[in-house]
């Protein structure tokens, strides 16, 4: 049964004695509008419409009481809640103090609030068939209309900066203004969370996942389902049920961009993901040593196995600076050229070896964040800008439109 945001709010108790609040609209109202810009931080929707506000009553001596019910018991946002909820009650006239408290809601409302954000379960999560992206669960952004643009960061081989790269593409992205997730598709090597500071775990409502969000980019890894130290052994079909629901269990919220961090190498993976995301975008991490062929070989073969576009080649290590100002060209040089050269693609981007790009990683804190400007951010900026006007597609795109 669907719920409409007009009944689960109409299910709150509003109710205001004071005599200040009496000129023009009722106390209600105005209570109601105050509070109605108040988004809950993870669902990022009114705390009115998602019947969060159970209370709200100004008593003479201007104390506004509030009762708020929480999606789930020990909500990790619980305080910048409280926090928002002060910030806009307390400069409402007469109001002296605001006394807040909170409950939490039942199964067959956080079910309502899932509906509400996130379409009926059967469609999406943990129900009907898991199979690809036609029957069974719908993978959003496969669907034309979709405003999203997945973009795979992969490489032929291991270890040449991909999860450096996501992460730090991403909160650029992210700094630009444009919203971002990532999805950790190294189910074997996950590293996300860790490189991108996001250790608390996402929070469960009726079945839907709400990732966690740092420095501005949510993100969601298997690293968050696997007890620690703890390795995966899956083979392909758990790999590809992992993916699934990755894109669709998880409150998303239809992100300008969705980063894939791939594993390395050309696996079930790429195969699972291409076909969730027949629109992404592979942007292709090599280091610089002048391309050996294989790589470039395995590079092109992963996009013409899984048919998608390569968009770009971003060359990583490609020089260090000495303590004298010199560039040390540590790993060669021309390795990105040349590789762009083989795919038919631009080179996007070349960045420096720095040890800070590396603490950031082991730390939480990307150097995009850390030390934003530093010539390595600002290099992760210029490529965020490229990816975001220069690579956009030219086609325009209309859900309404329906031909034959
Ligand atoms: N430009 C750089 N400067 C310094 N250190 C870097 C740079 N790029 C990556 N690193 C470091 O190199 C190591 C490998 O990088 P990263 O994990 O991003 O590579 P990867 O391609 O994702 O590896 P894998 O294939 O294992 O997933 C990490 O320790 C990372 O911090
Ligand atoms: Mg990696």
Not at 55 to 78: F, K
Not at 361 to 366: E, I, M
């Amino acid at each position: 049964m669907a719920v409409s945001n007009q009944s689960i709010a109409g299910r709150a108790h509003f109710r205001c004695t004071s005599v200040l609040f009496r000129e023009g609209c009722s106390f209600h109202d105005q209570l109601i509008e105050a509070l109605r810009p108040v988004e809950d931080p993870e669902l990022r929707r009114s705390i009115v419409d998602l019947g969060m506000v159970r209370h709200a009553e100004l008593d003479d001596h201007g104390v506004v009481d509030v009762l708020i019910a929480l999606t789930v018991a020990g909500c990790p946002l619980r305080n910048e809640i409280t926090n928002r909820v002060q910030a806009a009650l307390a400069p409402l006239p007469g109001v002296t103090r605001v006394a807040l408290d909170f409950t939490v809601m039942t199964d067959q409302e956080r079910e309502a609030v899932r509906e509400m954000v996130h379409g009926s379960p059967g469609d999406t999560a943990g129900h009907g068939q898991a199979h690809g992206h036609a029957e069974g669960r719908t993978v959003p952004f496969a669907d034309a209309g979709s405003k999203t643009r997945p973009l795979l960061i992969s490489s032929g081989k291991g270890g040449v900066g991909k999860s450096s790269v996501t992460v730090n593409l991403a909160v650029a992205l992210a700094q630009q203004g444009h919203s971002v997730g990532i999805v950790d598709a190294d189910i074997y090597g996950f590293s996300i969370p860790r490189m991108l500071g996001a250790d608390r775990d996402p929070v469960v409502i009726d079945g839907m996942l709400v990732p966690p969000e740092s420095h501005g980019v949510r993100c969601i890894s298997i690293g968050y389902f696997v007890p620690e130290g703890q390795a995966v052994i899956w083979r392909g079909p758990m790999l590809h049920k992992a993916l699934e629901q990755f894109l669709t269990d998880v409150y998303w919220d239809e992100p300008d961009f969705l980063l894939i961090d791939m594993p390395p190498g050309t696996g079930d993976i790429a195969l699972s993901l291409s076909q969730y995301l027949p629109r992404a975008e592979v942007y292709v991490v090599t280091t610089p040593q002048p391309a050996a062929q294989k790589v470039a070989a395995l590079s092109a073969a992963m996009a013409a196995k899984v048919n998608l576009p390569v968009k770009a080649v971003i060359e990583n290590m490609s020089w260090f600076t000495g303590d004298d100002g010199k560039r040390y060209e540590i790993f060669g040089s021309g390795g990105g050229q040349e590789l762009a050269d083989q795919l038919g693609v631009p080179l996007l981007g070349k960045l420096p070896l720095v040890p800070e790009l590396r603490e950031g990683g082991d730390d939480g804190v990307p150097i995009t964040v850390a030390e934003p400007d530093s010539e390595a951010a600002q290099l992760f900026h210029e490529m965020a800008r490229r990816i975001a006007v220069e690579f956009r597609s030219k086609k325009v795109f209309n859900a309404a439109l329906k031909i034959g």
